[in-house]
């Protein structure tokens, strides 16, 4: 089986835009007066937005199950205030429950956060709860600057964040660590405010010792871990300089990677420098780069081609696209 860790629903039908545009539109209002907009969207229209799209590129790519949540970019942590950012996320993620009870062997539900600059994510406690006990999710997507690219609240290693992680110890379930979009005119979203968020998070785990206070807490920075591999000396140096022990003890059995890396040398640096239990099979599809790529005539994020491409063995190969994804995410039932 192959599973893909990180997919969001980037397909969505344009009432879901609409329903976003009349909350913005409302925000001169009271936040008291603010009601939660009506999302009118059928099941014909969630298949159609699907079929053509995720549900295709799983059957021409030969993925099996997505790990699906709502579109990122959108989180738009940075709107409104809290009533805003909650009515939101459970628009987005009741959706997101949709898709699953539609295709419940294409997809597996991850929900988006309440979460809102300068508020702590205390708030975020009774939605992923809502989503794990009620909609059968077995993650989150945590985004460690909900201001947009100006890094307002504390670092991911503050007791500002430690109720959260008590929630997500309890529900045994794991968060991909993912900012929204950029705000912030000089960091382009997918093309630098991801890669940075990526980078900024891994480097402050580094400082800290999170994992220490919390042994079980399971955390994914997506995009092949951004410039971390690549720079794993500089970390392992930095890492050593700190007096910590070495990345491997020190966060490697808490912290994963994905593999949306959207090219071979890329991949392949990622397989031979990072331990391949730490390594989940993920594109990101549909996502951030949508094109083919001329020297290959492949699409960018037809990653599945890179890892079948790359040096691993059979056992190896096989923990990248399911076993380590099981291990990671330990709520999700799939029948093989
Ligand atoms: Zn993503």
């Not at 989150?140 to 964040?161: A, E, I, Q, R």
């Not at 890329?266 to 949508?290: C, H, Q, T, W, Y």
């Not at 790359?310 to 709520?331: C, I």
């Amino acid at each position: 089986m192959i599973i893909d860790c990180h997919g969001h629903y980037t397909t969505a039908p344009k009432e879901l835009e609409a329903f976003r545009k009349k909350q913005i539109d409302g925000l001169s209002e009271a936040s008291a007066s603010r009601a939660k907009p009506r999302l009118d969207i059928t099941d014909d229209q969630i298949r159609e937005s699907l079929e053509g799209a995720q549900l295709k590129l799983q059957r021409e790519r030969g993925s099996d199950v997505t790990i699906f949540s709502p579109r990122a970019a959108g989180m738009g942590h940075h709107i409104g205030d809290g009533t805003t950012s909650l009515h939101w996320t459970q628009a987005c993620n009741d959706l997101i429950h949709r898709c699953v009870r539609l295709y419940p062997k294409n997809f597996v539900g991850v929900c988006q956060l309440p979460q809102t600059p300068g508020v702590p994510p205390t708030n975020c406690i009774d939605e992923l709860e809502r989503c794990v006990k009620e909609l059968g999710f077995v993650g989150c997507n945590l985004n460690p600057d909900p201001s947009g690219g100006y890094w307002k609240d504390p670092p991911l290693t503050d007791k500002w964040w430690y109720p959260f992680y008590e929630k997500m110890v309890e529900l045994d379930v794991p968060a991909m660590i993912h900012v929204s979009m950029s705000c912030n005119p000089n960091f382009h979203t997918t093309g630098g405010h991801y890669i940075n968020g990526d980078t900024t998070a891994f480097m402050q785990l580094i400082t800290a010792d999170l994992f220490k206070d919390f042994p079980t807490l399971r955390l994914i920075i997506p995009h092949g871990g951004g410039a971390v591999p690549y720079h794993w000396g500089r970390y392992r140096g930095i890492a050593q300089d700190l007096k910590k022990p070495p990345l491997t003890e020190h966060l490697l059995r808490n912290v994963f990677f994905d593999t949306c890396v959207y090219h071979q040398p890329g991949i392949d640096l990622l397989l031979k420098v990072i331990p391949v239990d730490n390594i989940l099979f993920a594109s990101e599809m549909v996502g951030a780069v949508r094109g083919v790529d001329p020297a290959t005539g492949h699409y960018y994020d037809d990653t599945k081609r890179y890892v079948d491409a790359a040096s691993l063995g059979d056992a190896d190969r096989r923990k990248v696209f399911e076993g380590n994804a099981r291990r990671v995410y330990t709520r999700m039932k799939l029948s093989t």
